[in-house]
């Protein structure tokens, strides 16, 4: 019985730990937290979508994968999902691709061979010891080859399209012998966007997948590791106050986030301790409901007496700062005037006032 509770044991602890257990994703990604959008309208397409704009945009994702686990990875998807609504997919590369691992076409050979014998013999006995005879052999033979060529099988390994209804687009790519899931991945996106656009924000998300065995040295499964999000601001190339609010807003969402984790306790916690709210809290024991954003929204004032001073400033900059952001995304009118030589954009002695309010 000690030997059959033992035995279950081992088996319970090499089931529990067939797996390798990660401090860290051991699939790394990094996104720039600021891309240039170049514009690349053509004649047609300003015909055809009046109010509208061609932009382009390169948005670079770099890989990193454990080392461990370089053979087991077999799969990355990406997913970029512009915030505006009026932002339009118009094209993407790369495409859907498909790959042989053979270099050329397959060829086979058909080969037929035909032979023909024959032998007449004849002897005739005039005596014993006199007589004659004579043998005709006849042989033929045929040859054919046919050769065809056949097409190799191919196999996935770029997936690409829309999402959303075109606003959005997804990259997924598939491990193969001639390729690398490891390393930059460089994604070309074209936007339609509203003609006074200059500034606006995207989710971009990243996915892996890696095959890894259910028990040691038994069979494998797929397994996908949690997604990552980050945030990106993309800004007319060439535009200086545009790439001044773009590169403010992310500054100030990544203060703000920062800020939120290290107060976290706090922001649970805290009240205001007057007597009122004291009093308030022994009848009405219940916690504030919501995010930090949504209870500012409801009741400023309330909720700023119960925050951290740190954490009501660092609200405020980013609402500020989003604002400035949502003034370039094209949904209203600009509270500026458009310049459309970028020689003068590009040298305009524009600033933004930073300072706390």
């Not at 998300?205 to 797929?222: D, L, S």
């Not at 949690?226 to 790439?243: L, N």
């Not at 400035?324 to 600033?351: F, I, K, M």
Request: hydrophobic share 35%.
């Amino acid at each position: 019985m000690v030997r059959f509770v033992c035995t279950l044991m081992a088996f319970s602890l090499i089931a529990t730990n067939s797996a390798p257990a990660w401090a860290a994703s051991p699939v790394q990604f990094d996104v720039g937290y600021l891309t240039a959008a170049r514009d690349v309208t053509s004649p047609e397409f300003k015909h055809a979508r009046p109010g509208y704009r061609l932009l382009q945009m390169d948005v670079l994702i770099s890989t990193m994968v454990d080392s461990r686990i370089s053979e087991d990875l077999i799969e990355t998807t990406f997913f970029i999902e512009p915030h505006n609504p009026r932002i339009q997919i118009e094209d993407f590369s790369p495409q859907t691709t498909l790959q042989s691992p053979y270099a050329g076409n397959i060829s086979t050979e058909n080969r037929t061979e035909l032979e023909l014998n024959g032998k007449v013999s004849a002897k005739d006995a005039i005596t014993p010891t006199l007589g004659g005879d004579a043998s005709v052999g006849v042989s033929r033979k045929h040859s054919s080859v046919e050769k065809v060529d056949i097409l190799p099988e191919l196999k996935l390994v770029a997936a690409s399209g829309t999402i959303h209804r075109g606003r959005g687009v997804f990259f997924r790519f598939n491990r193969s012998k001639q390729t690398s899931l490891e390393g930059t991945t460089a994604l070309g996106i074209v936007v339609a966007v509203p003609e006074n656009w200059s500034a606006d924000t995207m989710t971009v998300r990243c996915r892996a997948k890696i095959r890894q065995p259910v028990v040691p040295g038994g069979p494998t499964k797929e397994v996908d590791l949690p997604e990552i999000r980050y945030t990106v601001a993309i800004y007319q190339s060439g535009d200086r106050y545009a790439s001044q609010v773009a590169d403010r807003y992310i500054q100030e969402e990544a203060r703000w986030q920062s800020i939120q984790r290290e107060y976290a306790d706090e922001i649970h916690n805290r009240r205001h301790d007057s007597p009122l709210d004291y009093l308030t809290s022994i009848v009405r024991p219940d916690r504030p409901s919501g995010s930090v954003a949504e209870r500012m929204q409801r009741s400023p004032e309330k909720t700023s007496r119960e925050l951290p001073s740190p954490v009501v400033d660092a609200y405020y900059r980013y609402q500020e700062a989003k604002s400035l952001l949502d003034s370039c995304n094209g949904l209203r009118p600009l509270v500026r005037a458009q310049v459309t030589d970028e020689t003068a954009v590009a040298n305009s002695s524009v600033s933004i006032d930073t300072q706390e309010k």
